[in-house]
């Protein structure tokens, strides 16, 4: 037994009422959460993100990383369906853990792309693994998912750790000018499945869209509250 379920209740978000469920990892005592919407019915092909935490993007809007439109896009993506799990995957900063992750950006901001500072730092580019996902899946009756994700090495890892990946839904949004070459890195170190056109399709989005008024797609080196001045 990799988790065990500890609580359930109704969650009612802005996207619509999920049912929040965490689940333990006994090894770590991590919490992983599932977010679940809807019958699952037969429990297959149901539409799926498994979230990496990213405290400073999903809590903080950072615009350093995509995490935080990715998050709630892939919400939204599943109340439109009325049917789907997120699974928000206590792995911060790829499985460094935040501290780590904030020393990688200590590092990027003399340079350093996003695998570099990893690789400076001890660590491969990406330390997670799914197993816990796995199971999460297994104790909700899923037998298949379609999975949001741009990440193709993500994909091989979640079915090598016993996950049934049948169909992949990209999830491109949040470029801004802070990001671009931490998602050109992804398309160019990482093999992540998108164009840049794809990219500007996806410019920041809804409920992120920049309430201050500021242009964060032109590529000016001032930050939001500098322009503002
Ligand atoms: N180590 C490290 N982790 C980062 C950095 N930027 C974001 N992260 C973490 O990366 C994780 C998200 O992974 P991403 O590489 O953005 O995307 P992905 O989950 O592999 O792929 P998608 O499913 O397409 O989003 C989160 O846990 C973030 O905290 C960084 O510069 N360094
Ligand atoms: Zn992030």
Known sequence: MLVEKKAQAKLPTTYGIFEIMVFEEVANGKEH???????????EKVLSRIHSECLTGDVFHSLKCDCGFQLHTAMKNIAEEGRGILIY???????????????AYALQDT?????????????????????????????????????????PEKLETMRK??????????LVVGKNK???DYLRIKTEKMDHLFTSAD???????????????N????NKETTPTEEKK
């Not at 995957?89 to 020393?103: D, F, V």
């Not at 037998?143 to 990440?151: A, D, R, Y």
């Not at 016993?162 to 839904?169: D, K, L, M, P, W």
């Not at 242009?215 to 032109?218: G, S």
């Open 89 to 103: 995957h206590r792995a911060e900063g790829r499985g460094i853990g935040l501290t780590n992750k904030i020393k």
């Open 33 to 43: 959460v599932a977010m679940v919407m809807g019958d699952l019915g037969d429990g």
């Open 178 to 180: 802070y990001n671009e």
């Open 111 to 151: 340079g350093l792309d996003t695998v570099e500072a990893n690789e400076a730092l001890g660590f491969a580019p990406d330390m997670r693994d799914y197993n816990a996902c796995a199971q999460i899946y297994e104790m909700l009756g899923v037998k298949s998912i379609e999975l949001m994700t741009n990440n």
């Open 161 to 170: 750790d016993g996950i049934n990946i049948v169909a992949r839904r990209p």
């Open 215 to 218: 242009d964060l797609t032109a």
């Open 199 to 213: 990219l500007n399709a996806g410019n920041m989005h809804l409920s992120f869209e920049n309430d201050c008024g």
